[in-house]
């Protein structure tokens, strides 16, 4: 490639993990990794993070399960997986062979549980950072959505960070009423970065039973139709705290990406997209470089946090 060509793609999103391109797969949607291997090119990718683990395999929620609405999805899949001891042993060797980053994301059902897997992963060779989900909407067990809740956040994050000695990124939830106040509590609790947005709770309805579509009842609400909830959340949480950004929510295209990235995400998270076009994140790793040069700028980091207000 010509010098004039080249566009910087490299990006620090914390605790000394740099990736090769601010473009992450999201959890939930590309499976382990492995899955997608022969769709597309995995080493073109900034970071992977896996479906979420558990201590023990969780098979999730009974069909149907997931659904399509307009401009987005409803999921309740209920974090089915294998569980965190078949992941290292069975579906990380693999991933190694890469050398694209691997995240894990994790949960529990309460915070010594989280802070279990967590540290079992942190003990795993190969991984780059661990991803904590307490902001799925889906899980009944829980109660209600930890990252609702600033106390029981704060426990959690506080039991992972004392025995993860990898980054540890915090997953939120859109479904409060100021999520800067969870970001704040991630950052003071020793995050190393926060992810955002999960899914907003959804509800599909079958007029001819009278009852709702998706066995759970509710599911997560992902796709376009959240981006400019996303957009807004992104930009005020890293208005708000030193700790990276990680942005999410409805990114299809290279331009959503830089959007993400204009309001101040250190680096995207694709989701949905995977779903509807299995080579999406890569492809808009590769979009996201094209922006970039026809805007005239030749590193991503002079791009990221610009917005003028």
């Not at 949960?107 to 897997?117: L, Y």
């Not at 899914?199 to 796709?223: C, H, I, M, W, Y």
């Not at 990235?261 to 250190?266: D, E, I, K, S, Y």
Request: with cysteine; net charge neutral.
């Amino acid at each position: 490639m010509s010098d004039a060509a080249y566009v910087e793609l490299g990006v620090d999103v914390g605790a000394g993990l740099r990736l090769r391109n601010p473009v992450i797969a999201a959890s939930g949607t590309f499976g382990y990794g492995l899955e997608f291997a022969g769709v597309t090119d995995l080493t073109a990718l900034g970071a992977i993070v896996v479906k979420g683990l558990s201590l023990e395999p969780t098979r999730g929620h009974p069909a149907p399960r997931i659904l399509e609405t307009p401009a987005g999805m409803l999921n309740a899949i209920g974090l089915q997986n294998i569980g965190v001891r078949a992941f290292i042993e069975t579906k990380l060797p693999a991933l190694r062979r890469y050398g694209t980053p691997i995240v894990a994301n994790c949960w529990g059902h309460e915070p010594a549980e989280f802070a279990e897997v967590a540290a079992r992963l942190a003990d795993a060779e190969g991984l780059a950072a661990v991803e904590i989900n307490v902001s799925c909407p889906n899980k009944k067990e829980w109660g209600r959505i930890i990252a609702t809740d600033p106390d029981l956040t704060r426990e959690v994050v506080r039991a992972v960070r004392a025995r993860c000695r990898l980054p540890l990124w915090v997953k939120l939830s859109p479904n409060v009423t100021d999520v800067v106040t969870f970001a704040r509590i991630a950052e003071e609790e020793g995050a190393d970065a926060v992810s955002l947005i999960n899914t907003l709770v959804g509800l599909a309805v079958d007029l001819e039973r009278r009852r709702p579509v998706l066995t759970n009842g509710t599911g997560g609400l992902s796709g376009p139709a959240v981006k400019p909830i996303a957009l807004r959340m992104v930009r005020d949480v890293a208005a708000a705290v030193r700790i990276p950004v990680l942005g999410m929510g409805g990114i299809m295209s290279g331009d959503d990406a830089l959007e993400f990235l204009l309001v101040g995400a250190r680096a995207v998270q694709v989701g949905t997209a995977s779903f509807v076009d299995p080579t999406a994140t890569a492809r808009i790793a590769g979009e996201l470089a094209d922006g970039l040069r026809t805007r005239g700028c030749r590193d991503v980091n002079a791009w990221i946090g610009t917005l003028v207000s």
